[in-house]
RNA sequence: GCCGAAGUGGCGGAACUGGCAGACGCACCGGACUCAAAAUCCGGCGAGGUUUACCCCUCGUGGGGGUUCGACUCCCCCCUUCGGCACCA
């Protein structure tokens, strides 16, 4: 067995080579073109898990890849390690959330090394250091300073089991992102990022991002919901400044029959004023208010409502309309007031059907006859005073002229993007660095007082603010007027760790700046993100809108930070996301242990493409493994003649069949490396090896200088999926350097052209036969071949020919009848 | 409800621009080697029909229609699955 495969030993043996030569270790080189390889910096939850195999094994191969082709490749991982789990943890343990922490960072560590991704480690950043979360607090002193951070009083999503404050964006159906409990409403003071100001500029900017999947785009531009239309103020009896609509229909506003407002809407206690019994209506709106979310939103959900007794005059008509309030109108979107059209609106029709309400026609449909209410189409406008017989498209123009000439109102957009609160209540976080003074107000801490640094707390308890609890911590002199005052005691959303990391690679071990924008200038922007569609709204819009305010601080020169993206499948087991919980999580090291890292690595590239999810099953894994011992066994057959260059041989017709079918695979595999196709250039590489196993039994002798060529390229290709593998065979091959910064094997065109090719003879497009032509024959010549064909003869005979269709190379088709 | 993606052998999947459907791998079946087994090497492997030796024919990419000499690929309708958004005014 002394030559059997023996991938321990070999993938040891390059792992410690690769790390003691700082082989992928790079810095600045004006010289050399850069390329930026970047996958989604991992939560260390732990272990590694099939995905994060699948993620670093696609960033290894593009890396390497790119190596080949002469770059300077910057491949870097980190560890975004704040966060809720580390703190559980921490609790159920009664142990440290920072000790939980870093020791999964070095299990999970040594679990890349085992993998053999050329990672270069002295970029290594680790968010929960105080060396790189002082940055976050720089970042936020920054925003504040621009007013992009701010402290407001406000409804927030709040999940009882994790004891703190979400984003709009980590809410999903009503449920916590991370644990699916229901999220509740409260009224909190928290501290936000202005995002909603670059909600056009986020929006715009998805044009420039044109290598980025269709999917991510589209959901990017749902989640930022840009609706453009109108503000329209209508004046109501008895209160000061009346109520402000937002309508995508100016168009319909002859048909506003009533106006309804949120119950959390601000007027709502003046509009009562006027109503007979104030209690009972107060008493039903709490109900609408206490309603939970997931109930209240949704358009199952039965439409509830009370007249509060005031009236509002419609501007275009001037008619008095009565004042609603119900529970179908959202406080957070629009203006929190509507102008209800139940002609043209099916929820106001629903809401005018059962309260009785007047429904009136405005809008005649222009193509369709129907006239079934409610019609929410365009069309034509009727009963709408001067704008009758408009088209909606002309009256809509009109008409925001017309609401900006009388002051009543102007065209706006409103966007369903919130602004993002970014105060968790927790204590596994950066340190948001603000001190409050009962003289000063709301003081930013010095940028010479940062980092603001985590303080221990022995013992975390849920229901408060971990921080405020560290009197060290939470009382403070101000540093303006030197009075006691009290540090914030909330910490900040992880999300905005990952939101700027990449920028922190560049330049890791910088103490002064966040980075240094030379360094950041030659390395950006990222040239392939890889990473999971999961973060398609959440880090992905995050971290745009961080370029964005990075941009306009004078900090990069550009609007977007990331050029082309690439969203992995998610890898399952049994149809269901793998998880802790639900026991089904797959051990990568059980695979490396039993196959080595580069046939796991073969396998989770070759069992499906990767941008589709994969269910994970092994029967499959040891197909790989015997690829790469077929491989083995015949390069160790040849080894001994082959291991230094010899004098060229002429070819054989094998010998030529089969260089001919080398080139043939190297064409392949670069071409489905470039479009992201690992699956099908793995199998063109094990197609080939058929092929040679051919060449093994038909050669009468084999050529020594062929085989040479044949396994040197094999172990070139083979470089970017099992690399251990390919640096071993280029050794044995009396190579020196790594193997990953020697030139990708171009095919010879030479070789790419066929003599004969084989064509199919159709008759009316059915396949009749095959027949080896002359490459690059034409029509007469393919058809005169066709025609001695007896096949094809039968098949002709006593028909006519109406046609002939001829593409060259391919096939020919008779048409006969 | 709206938007998007996908449906191909027993299974994972191939076929980029319309041109031999099923590459490659798994599983399975047969042969060689072996006392035997494993491993390995060679071969077969969509369904049906006819001969039953090759050959040949018909059907076949979720269902139905269309465009075309020719459709897994393009167009229309429908079904199913997955993903996103959802009383968004």
Redesign the pocket.
Known sequence: MRDAYDFKTIEQKWQKKWLSGRDFEVCENAEKQKYYALEMLPYPSGKLHMGHVRNYSLGDAVARYKWMHGYNVIHPIGWDSFGLPAENAAIRNNSHPEKWTLENIANMKAQCMRLGISYDWHREITTCLPEYYRWNQWFFLRMFERGLAYRKKGTVNWCNKCQTVLA??Q???GRCWRDESEVEKRELEQWYFRITDYADALLQDLDQLKSWP??VL??QR??I?K?E?ARVRFLVEGLAGGIE??????DTIYGSTFL?V?PEHPAVPDLLRSHPSPDQARTEIQRYRS?Q?T??????????GIFTGAWALNPFTQERIPVWI????????????????PAH????Y??AKKYGLEIRRVIEPVETQSADLPFCGYGRLVNSGQFSGMESETALRKMFAFIREKGIGEQTA???LKDWGISRQRYWGTPIPIIYCAQCGVVPVPDDQLPVKLPRVETIRLGVSPLATVPEFANVACPRCGKPGRREADTMDTFVDSSWYFYRYCDPQNSHMPYDPDKVKYWFPVDQYIGG??H??LHLIYMRFFTKVMRDLGLVQWDEPVMNLFTQ?MVTKD?AKMAKSKGNVVDPDHFIDLFGADTLRL?IL????PE????W?E?????????L??IW??FVRHEESIAQPSEKIDAADEDQKLMRKLHQTL??VG??LE?F?M??A??????F??SL??Y??SAANKNRFLLRDVFEKMALMLSPFAPHFAEEMWERLGHHGNISFQPWPKPDPAWLVEEQ????I?V???????LFVPAGIDEQGCMDLAMRDK?VQG?LEGKTV??V?Y?QD??L?I?VT
Not at 345 to 348: H, L
Request: proline content about 1%; some cysteine; glycine content about 8%.
């Open positions: 709009n964006e809410v999903i159906e269709e999917k589209i959901m749902n989640w919901g609706s239309g609509v937002f309508t995508t229909r100016l309804v949120a309603q979310q109930i209240r939103e949704g358009s199952e959900a039965e439409k509830l119900a529970n179908f109108v959202l406080m957070e979107y629009g203006t929190g007031a509507i102008m209800a059209v609106d099916e929820r106001d629903e809401f409103t966007y369903r569609v999961e398609a709204i499948g149809g396998f070759f069992a499906a493409p589709k999810d994969l269910d099953s029967s499959g894994v040891e197909g790989c493994f015997r690829f011992n077929r066994r015949l064409h392949r071409n489905d479009r196709h699956n099908t793995i199998a063109a590489v094990m197609e090896l058929n196993y051919d093994e039994d090719v084989e064509i199919v159709q009316n497009g059915r396949v009749r036969g095959k096949k098949y109406r046609k269709v593409v391919r096939l088709n048409v």
